[in-house]
């Protein structure tokens, strides 16, 4: 019995292969998509399930224990999280993936320093693995502080990319040493490295940027894993993990694009930095409205576009900016939502927001095919977006936001902007539509300016 | 180690992966980016069979300790990923009704 366990390990690896191939097949359409997350599951519990079955497995207790806890907490808080915290939720699980992977190497690697036979490709492997591992740990650490709040800024100074690009160089300099002096205090320097390079490479990234690291991240970690894989001779992982690895590649290329940007760029250009100075203070007035005279506006309108931002997000105002949909649509307005590629902190986020509010998804509309509609429409809404709506984007060459695509929002005959404060956006920069004489503001909570509007639209 | 296999098959099917995985993404709306990209970090979530291999195999108390943190991170790469990705992919599925049940009107 037991001769036939190895292979039948083999065989659920290859089985778990093909779900996790199908799954992410299913999930890139629309229609399938909620079946394919099923799909990859039902793989992950065959593989986690049979790895007990391998031969001379000891510490069975630690394993449970370790499972069964991080299983319970990330299961928890994963269903505790509100829909608008969701990236970052992404962002640290990616990042414990990336860790593990990291660990492992250091394992086996930490046992070749004991005198373990491990060939050349084995170790680097190994070694590149632990790198792009760590990296992504830290990385992700911060990209969740900063969505989440807890880091507020950006941490830049004067030459930080030659100063990262050195200890990069430096980290990597040391991991040939390692390399080549394959011993256990080398390892934890060049373990420490990693993580480290993940803190220095990540801190000068603005949040406007975030939703790319996050991917760029998450390719990261498919590749540690996929290299962890061969290191420990296991198929599932080294599959699932390339798999990963070029997906989220491509995906963090077609995010990029989106914003105008190139992934270099993004990691070391510094948005939003130094360009907030000459701008301020010379673009005249903000206009404030009140709530009410927004809602006359809005109910006597034929066209209105709607324009979420993160702003939306952090209110959770959805439900209600649904809700009031609603009754400008028995007035017979017309209404449609303009979705930027990049607005909120990821590539759809707003959308999964609208839908969950309940939306129809024929109200919702890209870039591309609303753009040319702005300039028939009588208001647009943004509410709590920002740079997404710059004509700084267009218009000014020398604006560090300049090419990359805009919803055009300052073409339609009157703009309401329903912003919380004065300040900029995330990335930084003024907003010129604020200042421009058809645009008008609305101060204050989403939740909150969007209950008055629906109390505007019932008293007329 | 990987079982006297060829290392080359090993290079082989990273190159076979990478192609499946770029081609799959290829045309997926941008609409289903977010979730996709939650639903590939659940998928490499399977770094927690290895990082159980590797504490089962774990002899000295630091091996252990890497192995436990290893297994931790692991199984919450894979279990924090599901849940995420369902609950945003729960969402297409009503909107997907709801449109349906739109056309038939």
Redesign the interface.
């Known amino acids: 019995m037991t001769e036939y366990i190895p292979l039948l390990i083999k065989v659920s690896y290859f089985i778990a292969a093909i779900l996790f191939i199908v799954g992410l097949r299913r999930m890139s359409a629309p229609g399938t998509a909620k079946g394919g997350i099923v799909w990859a599951g039902v793989g992950m519990v065959i593989a986690t399930l049979v790895t007990f079955l391998t031969p001379h497995m000891e510490n069975h207790i630690l394993i449970l224990a370790a499972l069964g806890s991080a299983t319970i907490i990330a299961w928890v808080s994963g269903k505790k999280v509100a829909m608008t915290d969701m990236p970052q939720m992404v962002a640290l699980y990616n990042g414990m993936g990336g860790g593990s992977a990291a660990f492992i190497g250091a394992m086996e690697l930490y046992a070749a320093t004991q005198g373990r036979e491990m060939n050349g490709i084995i170790t680097s492997l190994a070694m590149v693995g632990v790198l792009i591992g760590g990296i992504s740990l830290t990385g992700s650490l911060i990209a969740f502080g900063k969505l989440q709040g807890l880091i507020d800024k950006r941490y830049t100074f004067p030459g930080q990319n030659i100063f990262n690009g050195l200890f990069a160089l430096a980290v990597i300099g040391f991991g040939i040493y390692t390399f080549n002096h394959m011993e256990a205090m080398n390892l934890w320097i060049f373990f420490g490295g990693s993580l480290v390079l993940g803190f220095l490479m990540t801190l000068p990234i603005g949040g406007a940027d975030m939703p790319v690291v996050i991917s760029l991240y998450n390719a990261f970690t498919g590749l540690a894993v996929s290299f962890e894989g061969y290191v420990l001779s296991n198929w599932a992982m080294i599959v699932a993990g390339m798999l990963v690895g070029a997906a989220g590649t491509l995906l963090t290329q077609l995010m990029a694009k989106a914003m105008n940007r190139s992934i270099a760029n993004v990691l070391f250009g510094s948005m939003g930095g130094d360009d907030s100075a000459g701008v301020d203070g010379e673009q005249g007035e903000m206009k404030e409205i009140e709530a009410t005279d927004s809602a006359i506006m809005m109910a006597f309108a034929e066209r209105v576009i709607i324009v979420p931002g993160y702003g939306l997000a952090v209110a959770q105002a959805q439900h209600k900016l649904w809700e009031m949909t609603q009754m400008l649509t028995e007035n017979g307005v017309e209404v449609k939502f303009a979705i930027h590629p990049v607005a909120g902190r990821m590539p759809g986020h707003m959308n999964v927001l609208l839908a969950e509010a309940g939306v129809p998804y024929d109200m919702i509309e890209d870039m591309e095919d609303i753009n040319a509609q702005f300039k028939n429409t009588d208001v647009s809404l943004v509410i709590g977006a920002n740079d997404v709506v710059n004509p700084a984007a267009r218009d000014d060459p020398s604006s560090s936001i300049y090419g990359m695509p805009i919803l055009e929002v300052d073409k339609s005959k009157n703009v309401i902007v329903i912003k919380r404060g004065r300040g900029t956006g995330f990335a930084g920069i003024q907003n010129g539509l604020f200042f421009k004489d058809n645009t008008k503001m609305l101060f204050g909570d989403a939740q909150v300016a969007i209950s008055e509007l629906i109390q505007g639209l019932k008293e007329l | ?3 006297g296999i060829d ?1 080359f098959v ?1 290079v082989y ?2 190159m076979l ?6 081609e ?35 002899e ?1 108390q ?3 300790v ?31 009704k ?2 349906d049940s ?1 056309e038939k009107k």
């Not at chain 2, 992966?17 to 770029?22: Q, T």
């Not at chain 2, 609409?31 to 970090?41: D, E, F, Q, Y």
């Not at chain 2, 192995?67 to 969402?91: C, H, K, Q, S």
Request: glycine share 12%; proline share 2%.
């Open positions: 180690m990987i079982d290392a090993a099917v990273f992966a990478a192609f499946v995985g770029n799959i993404i290829s045309k997926v709306p941008v609409v289903l980016h977010t979730p996709l990209m939650s639903g590939s970090n659940f998928i490499h979530g399977i770094v927690l069979v290895g990082a159980m291999v590797a504490l089962g195999h774990a000295t630091l091996e252990q890497f192995g436990f943190i290893a297994v931790f991170l692991g199984a919450g790469n894979a279990a924090g990923g599901y849940v995420v990705t369902e609950r945003m992919l729960e969402m297409f599925k009503t909107k997907k709801n449109k739109g």
